[in-house]
Protein backbone atom coordinates (compact mmCIF):
# COMPACT_ATOMS: atom_id res chain seq x y z
CA UNK A 1 0.00 0.00 0.00
CA UNK A 2 0.65 3.76 -0.96
CA UNK A 3 0.96 6.59 1.03
CA UNK A 4 1.42 10.28 0.09
CA UNK A 5 0.74 11.15 -3.77
CA UNK A 6 2.65 12.39 -6.76
CA UNK A 7 5.39 13.08 -6.66
CA UNK A 8 6.82 11.84 -3.94
CA UNK A 9 4.43 8.61 -3.18
CA UNK A 10 5.70 6.41 -0.26
CA UNK A 11 4.97 3.20 0.81
CA UNK A 12 2.65 3.18 3.94
CA UNK A 13 3.99 1.37 7.24
CA UNK A 14 3.13 -1.73 9.02
CA UNK A 15 -0.09 -1.29 11.21
CA UNK A 16 0.37 -1.44 15.31
CA UNK A 17 0.79 -4.76 16.66
CA UNK A 18 -2.51 -6.14 18.09
CA UNK A 19 -2.01 -8.42 21.29
CA UNK A 20 -3.49 -11.44 21.58
CA UNK A 21 -5.57 -11.07 25.48
CA UNK A 22 -5.55 -7.04 25.33
CA UNK A 23 -8.77 -4.96 25.62
CA UNK A 24 -10.78 -5.01 22.51
CA UNK A 25 -8.49 -7.91 20.80
CA UNK A 26 -9.22 -11.25 20.28
CA UNK A 27 -9.12 -13.55 23.09
CA UNK A 28 -7.16 -16.46 24.24
CA UNK A 29 -8.97 -19.77 23.52
CA UNK A 30 -8.52 -23.66 25.47
CA UNK A 31 -6.59 -22.28 28.06
CA UNK A 32 -3.90 -20.88 26.19
CA UNK A 33 -1.85 -18.02 27.40
CA UNK A 34 1.50 -15.99 26.94
CA UNK A 35 4.25 -18.24 27.88
CA UNK A 36 6.78 -16.31 30.30
CA UNK A 37 6.60 -12.68 29.24
CA UNK A 38 9.01 -11.25 30.87
CA UNK A 39 11.50 -13.07 28.63
CA UNK A 40 9.36 -13.93 25.83
CA UNK A 41 7.21 -12.08 22.95
CA UNK A 42 3.70 -11.68 23.90
CA UNK A 43 0.82 -13.08 21.34
CA UNK A 44 0.08 -10.79 18.56
CA UNK A 45 -0.18 -10.03 14.93
CA UNK A 46 -0.09 -7.36 12.62
CA UNK A 47 -0.65 -7.12 8.74
CA UNK A 48 2.07 -5.55 6.79
CA UNK A 49 1.20 -3.12 3.46
CA UNK A 50 1.53 -5.99 1.25
CA UNK A 51 -1.36 -7.48 2.90
CA UNK A 52 0.90 -10.76 4.77
CA UNK A 53 -0.18 -11.01 8.33
CA UNK A 54 2.88 -11.78 11.06
CA UNK A 55 2.55 -13.67 14.27
CA UNK A 56 4.69 -13.39 17.15
CA UNK A 57 4.43 -14.68 20.65
CA UNK A 58 5.00 -17.54 22.67
CA UNK A 59 2.09 -19.38 24.30
CA UNK A 60 1.45 -22.49 27.05
CA UNK A 61 -1.22 -23.95 28.93
CA UNK A 62 -3.33 -25.28 26.43
CA UNK A 63 -4.48 -28.55 25.13
CA UNK A 64 -4.26 -29.35 21.08
CA UNK A 65 -6.52 -26.97 19.73
CA UNK A 66 -8.38 -23.06 18.95
CA UNK A 67 -5.50 -20.83 20.66
CA UNK A 68 -6.92 -17.98 19.53
CA UNK A 69 -8.91 -16.58 16.32
CA UNK A 70 -7.85 -13.83 14.04
CA UNK A 71 -10.64 -10.99 12.80
CA UNK A 72 -11.63 -10.51 9.31
CA UNK A 73 -8.96 -9.43 7.42
CA UNK A 74 -6.59 -11.39 8.87
CA UNK A 75 -7.60 -14.74 8.01
CA UNK A 76 -5.71 -17.04 4.80
CA UNK A 77 -7.81 -17.96 1.80
CA UNK A 78 -7.13 -21.21 2.40
CA UNK A 79 -5.65 -23.28 5.47
CA UNK A 80 -2.26 -22.48 6.17
CA UNK A 81 0.23 -25.41 8.46
CA UNK A 82 3.00 -24.71 9.58
CA UNK A 83 4.97 -27.53 11.08
CA UNK A 84 8.13 -28.79 12.98
CA UNK A 85 10.27 -32.03 12.72
CA UNK A 86 8.48 -33.67 15.72
CA UNK A 87 4.95 -33.45 13.67
CA UNK A 88 3.65 -30.41 15.74
CA UNK A 89 2.35 -28.09 14.20
CA UNK A 90 0.12 -24.69 13.99
CA UNK A 91 -2.86 -24.23 11.27
CA UNK A 92 -5.04 -20.87 10.57
CA UNK A 93 -7.70 -21.71 8.79
CA UNK A 94 -9.68 -19.14 6.81
CA UNK A 95 -12.33 -18.61 9.83
CA UNK A 96 -9.65 -17.58 11.83
CA UNK A 97 -8.72 -20.25 14.12
CA UNK A 98 -5.11 -20.64 14.89
CA UNK A 99 -5.08 -24.15 15.93
CA UNK A 100 -2.25 -25.25 17.92
CA UNK A 101 -1.51 -28.95 17.60
CA UNK A 102 0.84 -31.46 19.13
CA UNK A 103 2.46 -32.54 22.27
CA UNK A 104 4.19 -29.96 23.29
CA UNK A 105 3.27 -27.51 26.21
CA UNK A 106 5.17 -24.33 25.23
CA UNK A 107 4.48 -23.40 21.26
CA UNK A 108 5.91 -20.54 19.35
CA UNK A 109 3.93 -18.58 16.46
CA UNK A 110 7.22 -16.41 15.81
CA UNK A 111 7.33 -16.49 12.04
CA UNK A 112 4.47 -17.43 10.69
CA UNK A 113 3.88 -15.68 7.91
CA UNK A 114 0.51 -15.76 5.08
CA UNK A 115 -0.76 -13.61 2.76
CA UNK A 116 -4.59 -12.67 3.95
CA UNK A 117 -7.28 -13.80 2.15
CA UNK A 118 -9.88 -11.86 0.00
Known amino acids: MLT ?9 SPES ?21 SNYETTGF ?4 YGVVHLK ?5 GTTGTGFI ?4 YR ?10 SGDYVAVDPSGQVRI ?4 SVRTVDGI ?6
Not at 70 to 73: C, I, K, N, V
Not at 101 to 104: A, E, K, Y
Request: proline share 10%.
Open 4 to 12: GTYPNPGLA
Open 76 to 85: PALTALFGNL
Open 46 to 49: YKDP
Open 17 to 37: EHEIGAAGEPAFQTAWKNYDA
Open 57 to 61: GVVTG
Open 70 to 73: LPAG
Open 113 to 118: TFRAGS
Open 101 to 104: VGST
